[in-house]
């Protein structure tokens, strides 16, 4: 299988290069590098050409430059796009992968022909005093205890559960999904749950990966306390349950009809939650409380009960 690495950039010009050195190191070597530059006003790309010209990379790393900034989730896709491998390893600009990553990966993906999306696990680390912290739910779902599961469609394995850093993708799902995505749709949450679909996404309980947790970049976990945020949210959200909704009834493979109606149900559950906390239809907290299962956090009810309030 040919191997391809895709990277977004954008300011990473402070630890950038820990990143590519852990990529450089690999056990097995990616046959291709693609990083793509998202309008950078630091130094990450002279950084990254000088790293490519003094490991005599130029025939296999390549870097390229947006003419205008795409923004995170359209980089990563436009990266996609320009990458050539049979499998595409997603990395992000700020992390240090273990030496074996690509080498262990590679091998589940060769044992499960099945599997269309690979995530595993990985290790937080802080990058500052500033960072804010993994919190204990994003903890206890990665036991790291070698484990290999298939994540069906659930209500509750419909929120990702995992982050683009860990993941791999075959090239042939991902242009077959790419017919499903919208602009702006994050490449970790498309991957997630469009492989949901067909029964394609499997998760690793093994740490491939130190993922660095910093104020400046992509993955923080912070929160939608705000209504305006929230309400963005849940739009984009409904907008991916309905994507995902729509490639399950083209592929016809949905026996007893499981898939369509968790995800009918989501939409149902997604548009109630809107319509209480943007038009206050105080109603619809009635009208929600058979859906309390198909919240990621049922505290969430109350929350946006508050919010439709103020």
């Not at 130094?43 to 050409?49: M, N």
């Not at 269309?116 to 204990?136: I, M, Q």
């Amino acid at each position: 299988m040919k191997v391809s690495v895709v990277m977004a950039l954008y300011n990473g010009e402070k630890y950038l290069e820990e990143q590519l050195q852990s990529i450089l190191e690999q056990t097995v070597r990616p046959d291709e590098v693609v990083l793509s530059d998202d309008g950078s006003s630091d130094g990450t790309v002279g950084l990254a050409r000088e790293f490519i010209a003094r490991h005599g990379l130029s025939g296999s790393w390549r870097l390229s430059e947006n003419p205008k900034n795409l923004g995170y989730a359209e980089n990563f896709h436009r990266a996609a796009g320009n990458a050539s491998g049979d499998v595409l390893f997603f990395a992000d600009q700020d992390d240090l992968w273990l030496p074996d990553k690509l080498e262990k990966m590679l091998a589940v993906l060769a044992a499960h022909p099945d599997c269309a999306v690979l995530s595993t696990d990985y290790e937080p680390f802080c990058g500052g005093e500033e960072a804010l912290r993994v919190p204990a739910r994003v903890r206890r779902r990665m036991p790291g205890d070698g484990g290999l599961e298939r994540i069906d469609l659930t209500p509750k394995h419909i929120y990702i559960g995992a982050i683009g850093c860990c993941m791999a993708v075959r090239r042939e799902f991902y242009e077959k999904a790419s017919a499903y995505r919208f602009r702006g749709w994050a490449q970790d949450d498309f991957l997630w749950k469009l492989a949901q679909t067909e029964e394609g996404l499997y998760l690793w309980h093994v740490n491939l990966v130190r993922h660095r947790i910093h104020v400046s970049n992509t993955s923080t976990y912070g929160n939608y306390h705000d209504k305006k945020k929230r309400l963005a949210h849940f739009q984009t959200m409904r907008r991916a349950a309905i994507r995902m909704l729509a490639r399950v009834k083209d592929r016809g493979g949905d026996p007893g009809g499981g898939k369509m109606t968790v995800l009918r149900r989501h939409i149902r559950m997604l548009e109630l939650r809107i319509a209480l906390m943007e038009e206050r239809r105080l109603l619809n907290a009635v009208l929600l409380l058979p859906f309390l299962g198909y919240y990621e956090r049922p505290r969430a009810y109350l929350l946006e009960l508050l919010l439709a309030l103020r």
